[in-house]
């Protein structure tokens, strides 16, 4: 988010030098750099047996099923989120995360964070913000996920280097 007023005072920011930052939006009154930083965003792939989840979100995309993901909240680590997402979408504990690796979505200035999980206990049980959710055939994944390209590279990245 590039910040040109200061979101506590509302005084319009100046450009003050930041080492290899280069020029940063700065808040004189409050001695506060604004840098330009993406939000952070998880997405998991949970796997159960040679099943992954995917659910259904159409604000997401209108016509694919998609991992599960949301957003970091303040105070909270990647893995706390991954954990709180996957219980508050799917109503599931899972075990042993494994970081995949980012991808940084431009059109929403997105950090999107990849893991996968296992299963480890739960019944699913969908949030209202969830249409739709089921174990799929991991084999089968990327068909159900037409629209969704880092889900795709996810569900590929499973496949060859833990299944």
Not at 3 to 29: A, M, N, Q, R, T
Request: negative net charge; proline residues 3%.
């Amino acid at each position: 988010m590039k910040f040109e007023y200061c979101p506590l005072c509302g005084e319009k920011l100046i450009e003050k030098y930041s080492w290899d930052e280069g020029g940063v939006p700065y808040c004189k009154k409050h001695n506060i750099m604004y840098f330009d930083t993406p939000k952070p965003c998880i997405v998991v792939g949970v796997i159960k047996e040679e099943h992954v989840l995917l659910l259904k979100q159409s604000y997401i995309f209108k016509n694919s099923k998609v991992l599960l993901s949301g957003y970091v909240s303040s105070g909270e680590t990647v893995e706390e989120a991954v954990q709180r997402e996957v219980k508050e979408e799917a109503g599931i504990n899972i075990k042993d995360l494994k970081y995949l690796g980012s991808d940084y979505l431009e059109s929403k200035d997105i950090v999107m964070i990849t893991f996968m999980a296992t299963y480890k206990d739960g019944i699913l049980n969908k949030s209202e913000e969830v249409e739709w959710i089921n174990w799929i055939p991991i084999k089968e994944a990327i068909d159900h996920m037409e629209e969704d390209e880092i889900g795709k590279k996810i569900i590929r990245k499973i496949m060859k280097n833990y299944l």
